[in-house]
């Protein structure tokens, strides 16, 4: 009986996960990649509305210094049927706050299998691979996978430029400037 | 070449989708499983319901029904589990089946210019001629991959000269 070769997994080192939902469907993302978990009301009370044709997941942006964060929305992204999300993860090293229906659990997963290559559009954009939970398969999703360079490009053009801000403005956004938590760390 | 050597017979594995029967190199097949819980989680890919867990492995389960015979099946007995090629690489798939899969031995009639790329011959066994599946050209797989559709570092990202070098010929 013929066998393929084994697989590449990822390495048997454990890394800490976050299980969170977006409508009835489970998803995995690493909590290290995790910088900040907030409302969503409370990050899109200081968020302008924004309108970037063709990126229709993104309709709110906040600016946090010079830096500007757009709101994806899990669902649309996904193309799940569900509200929009009441949790949103900031992650680390992108633009995108994700915008989540709730937290699972966390928990450790000692095996990332690759995507089958049998899966071959945009959901290897959106998986690093599969994890096997309790004898569930839930997909493991990557940061940077939810907006593209191009999505950025077109939502760039679309924010309005920055006005000047008031003393009183400057001094909420320094307030409202992420702490670089490690989540995995914290909640440890 | 000899006559006896194009005489030589083969394995093959029937299957059968509904009334129809096919066959796949007994080779390109590992066992026949009852059907177990399938996982879907969104993705774009079209044929592919999701995935089985099989001795640890997480295999996906393409269903090949609506291709070949242009219905998708109502219901599955077994799936077949087969070896898919990608290239260099080979992987587990699951084909959903209707019933009882059948091991013979015939001689396989090499797939014409004319046939479809999911033809890979044809034999004749009980009266009947059957389709030799190619699963290569029947499953989706990364050489369907427009550019792009591949981030940085993952399997099967490659340049585009790369794609089309795992593409079948």
Known sequence: ?188 | MTVSTELELKSFVLLRLGERRFAVAADDTAELVSPSRVFSFPHGTPGIEGVILRRGRIVPVCDVAEKLIGTRLTERRFYLIALRRYGQRTEWVAIPVTGECELINAELTAASASDESHVAGWLSHAGDVIEVLNLDGLTPGLEDLSVGCVAPGQPGAQTHRGSEAEARP
């Open chain 1, 1 to 188: 009986m013929p066998s393929p070769a084994p697989m590449k997994s990822g390495s048997l080192r454990a890394e800490q996960i976050i299980l969170f939902r977006i409508g009835e469907q489970i998803f995995a993302l690493s909590s290290s990649s995790v910088q900040e978990v907030r409302g969503a009301d409370s990050l899109s009370g200081g968020a302008s509305e924004i309108a970037a044709p063709g990126v229709h997941k993104v309709r709110q942006f906040v600016r946090r210094g010079p830096n500007t964060l757009f709101l994806v929305s899990g669902a649309r992204h996904f193309g799940l049927p569900a509200p929009e999300g009441i949790l949103a993860f900031v992650l680390r090293d992108t633009r995108t706050a994700l915008l989540v229906d709730s937290i699972e659990r966390m928990t450790t997963m000692t095996r990332l299998q690759a995507l089958p290559l049998s899966f071959c559009h945009e959901e290897r954009r959106w998986y690093r691979g599969l994890t096997a939970l309790d004898q569930t398969v839930v997909p493991v999703v990557r940061p940077e996978g939810f907006l593209s360079d191009e999505e950025l490009m077109m939502l760039d053009r679309a924010v309005p430029p920055p006005e000047a801000p008031s003393e009183e403005t400057a001094s909420e956004l320094e307030a409202e400037a992420p702490t670089d938590t490690n989540l995995g760390t914290e909640l440890n």
